[in-house]
T-cell receptor, first 113, second 111 residues
């Protein structure tokens, strides 16, 4: 059973398009996260939701919009994609907002051409 | 959040013990030290967490001196499958689970 799953695993698209990445966790966790890992392998947090409430919103272009329909799902929608958005996006979850043991998904490699 | 400094890369051979040291001079009183492992094309995986002295689990040990300005992750008898990037993170329990990943240490285990 996959604890944290993401779809799609690979996403190739052109500049200007709008795309979504979906994330689901079956661990019963209250908190979910989106991270971005760039080509230099730096991993940066973008957003965090706790029980569907946004609790971390880093300095990210407003073209990125997270949505949490329920606490088991956290989706990431990206409008007007740019070349610089190319990266691997990881979803993660944790039991609650104060726990540093986070479970990461397999990642979605986004390539913008 | 306290900044961490780790070696960029390390080499080892199978069967050896590997110690990766992380410096965190500005660690705050309520900060914990957490280590993650990341294999190529996978998400990071939690390894171990500690506050002071020594913590051991089935995967690794974490040594933290009294001043807590550094910590050492110890991997006993590494194998080829331990080749990965290891991240040291420092943070407190009042930061909403915000993990700040540094550059990490790329460990290469050779036969």
């Amino acid at each position: 059973d996959t604890a944290v799953s993401q779809t799609p695993k690979y996403l190739v698209t052109q500049m200007g398009n709008d795309k979504s990445i979906k994330c689901e966790q079956n661990l019963g966790h209250d908190t979910m996260y989106w991270y971005k890992q760039d080509s230099k392998k730096f991993l940066k947090i973008m957003f965090s939701y706790n029980n569907k409430e946004l609790i971390i919103n880093e300095t990210v272009p407003n073209r990125f919009s997270p949505k949490s329909p329920d606490k088991a799902h956290l989706n990431l929608h990206i409008n007007s994609l740019e070349l610089g958005d190319s990266a691997v996006y990881f979803c993660a979850s944790s039991h609650d907002r104060e726990i540093y043991e986070q479970y990461f998904g397999p990642g979605t490699r986004l390539t913008v051409t | 959040l306290a900044k961490t400094t780790q070696p960029i890369s390390m080499d080892s051979y199978e069967g050896q013990e590997v110690n990766i040291t992380c410096s965190h001079n500005n660690i705050a009183t309520n900060d914990y030290i957490t280590w993650y492992q990341q294999f190529p094309s996978q998400g990071p995986r939690f390894i171990i967490q500690g506050y002071k002295t020594k913590v051991t689990n089935e995967v690794a040990s974490l040594f933290i001196p009294a001043d807590r300005k550094s910590s050492t992750l110890s991997l006993p008898r590494v194998s080829l499958s331990d080749t990965a990037v290891y991240y040291c993170l420092v943070g407190g329990y009042n930061q909403g689970g915000k993990l700040i990943f540094g550059q990490g240490t790329e460990l290469s285990v050779k036969p």
